[in-house]
């Protein structure tokens, strides 16, 4: 079991970078064969994922944000980040951490953060 | 990317009634289907994975069908607790993509 929780700015201005963080406990995230996810929800809309790190430290992005995106792992501090470039209005969300652990599919999840962009 | 359409958008039911949601991918992706139940305010929850699995502590009046393009998610007999949004989500192919939701209400 390996709780999670997300940490960072809960404003960013338009055309900088959101920088977030992951912890992630009673586990450590280089161990086992799964996945560490970023998924965010705009108010009022569905879940987009937006990528992943494996605990070996390879990644996989979605296409429509793979340009401004970069996740990686800590494995000193037991957590990964999220780091997205450019943002602007529309990349305002909820954002959260999740595990793609035993079954393909996000077992645990962190309770999100509330990222507004805005100058 | 493989589009998940989830019906209906929303549906009110009474306490007891039996509830389905259906969600069609746009193409072939086996049983690579999970089913989550996101409540006001919460995380999402996985309820449902490799489209008929129950997780573990998941309530049995829940359950999942379907391969392919067609699956199903069905609540037995609803009760005041399951008043959420559900989405199912695809594995099938990267990138990982989700329906719409649907919400659920107590009529």
């Known amino acids: 079991q390996a709780p999670l929780q997300e940490s960072g700015p809960g404003l960013v201005k338009p055309s900088e970078t959101l920088s977030l963080t992951c912890a992630v406990s009673g586990g450590s995230v280089s161990s086992g064969f799964y996945y560490w996810s970023w998924i965010r929800q705009s108010a009022g809309k569905g879940l987009e994922w937006i990528g992943r790190?494996?605990?070996?430290?390879?990644?996989n992005y979605s296409p429509s944000l793979k340009s401004r995106v970069t996740i990686s792992l800590d494995t000193s501090k037991n957590e990964f980040s999220l780091k997205l470039r450019s943002v602007t209005a529309a990349d305002t969300a909820m954002y959260f951490c999740?595990?793609?652990?035993?079954?393909?599919?996000?077992?645990?999840w962190g309770q999100g953060i509330m990222v507004t962009v805005s100058s | 990317d493989i589009q998940m359409t989830q019906s209906p958008a929303s549906l009110s039911a009474s306490v007891g009634d039996r509830v389905t949601i259906t969600c069609q991918a746009s193409q072939d992706i086996s049983n690579d289907l999970n089913w989550y139940q996101q409540r006001p305010g919460k995380a999402p929850r996985l309820l449902i994975y490799?489209?008929?699995n129950l997780e573990t502590g998941v309530p049995s009046r829940f359950s999942g069908g379907g391969s392919g393009t067609d699956f199903s998610f069905t609540i037995s007999s609803l009760q005041p607790e399951d008043i959420a949004t559900y989405y199912c989500q695809q594995f099938g192919d990267l990138p990982l993509t989700f329906g719409g939701g649907t919400k659920v209400e107590i009529k």
């Open positions: 999740a595990l793609e652990g035993r079954h393909d599919a996000f077992d645990f």
């Open positions: 490799d489209a008929t």
């Open positions: 790190v494996s605990t070996s430290g390879s990644t």
